[in-house]
T-cell receptor
Framework: EDKVVQSPLSLVVHEGDTVTLNCSYE??????LLWYKQEKKAPTFLFML????IEKKSGRLSSILDKKELSSILNITATQTGDSAIYLC??????????FGEGTQLTVNP | GAVVSQHPSWVICKSGTSVKIECRSL??????MFWYRQFPKQSLMLMAT?????????EQGVEKDKFLINHASLTLSTLTVTSAHPEDSSFYIC???????????????FGPGTRLTVL
């Protein structure tokens, strides 16, 4: 059975802090790893990672995949209150199936 | 582009009734649609995968006779929760993906979700 585990499950920081969210996986037929941000409604896409060691960056967010360690991290620098959300990691396997982790609830306090 | 809508956005029904949720891809043809369920404080769990014109593939533990999925066209899939009970109360989210070249990622575009409450 495919499995995706995220840590920590929740995190409370102050504005300006840097956070690192972790995702590890055990799946068959790995195709890609994705990060999503979920606020009140459906997830919004952040990154897709397929190759090990190549950092993807978007503003204050960045992510990298380590296929040897079967893991990925999502970094957010200079956090803002608007970054408060649930961050979901998902692994895509054959048939475009996505297996999601439990998510990390990030709270950024002013 | 790549917008997915769901209707209704929320629904409250009595126990024992059936509820239909629609998922539409508004500006692209979705070869595959996915249905997920999310309970409070939990992650998204894939319920089933449906391809246009064929029967849906259900995940282990999901009752196909209770959660009827129809994918009659390339822009519409429906999920019907039959004889709903309070334990079916959840956030139901669909996603749609379109045909891409071999070896490229079939990005899933998520709908806004439908919150079902069964009394």
């Amino acid at each position: 059975e495919d499995k995706v585990v995220q840590s920590p499950l929740s995190l409370v920081v102050h504005e300006g802090d840097t956070v690192t969210l972790n995702c590890s996986y055990e799946v068959t037929n790995f195709r890609s790893l994705l990060w999503y941000k979920q606020e009140k409604k459906a997830p919004t896409f952040l990154f897709m990672l397929t190759s090990s060691g190549i950092e993807k960056k978007s503003g204050r967010l960045s992510s990298i995949l380590d296929k040897k360690e079967l893991s990925s991290i999502l970094n957010i620098t200079a956090t803002q209150t608007g970054d408060s959300a649930i961050y979901l990691c998902a692994v895509e396997t054959s048939g475009s199936r996505l297996t999601f982790g439990e998510g990390t609830q990030l709270t950024v306090n002013p | 582009g790549a917008v997915v809508s769901q209707h209704p956005s929320w629904v409250i029904c009595k126990s024992g009734t059936s509820v239909k949720i629609e998922c539409r891809s508004l500006d692209f043809q979705a070869t595959t649609m996915f249905w997920y369920r999310q309970f409070p404080k939990q992650s998204l769990m894939l319920m089933a995968t449906s391809n246009e014109g064929s029967k849906a593939t259900y995940e282990q533990g999901v009752e196909k006779d209770k959660f009827l999925i129809n994918h009659a066209s390339l822009t519409l899939s429906t999920l019907t929760v039959t004889s709903a009970h309070p334990e079916d109360s959840s956030f139901y989210i669909c996603s749609a993906s379109r045909e891409r070249a071999l070896g490229t990622y079939n990005e899933q575009f998520f709908g806004p979700g439908t919150r079902l409450t069964v009394l």
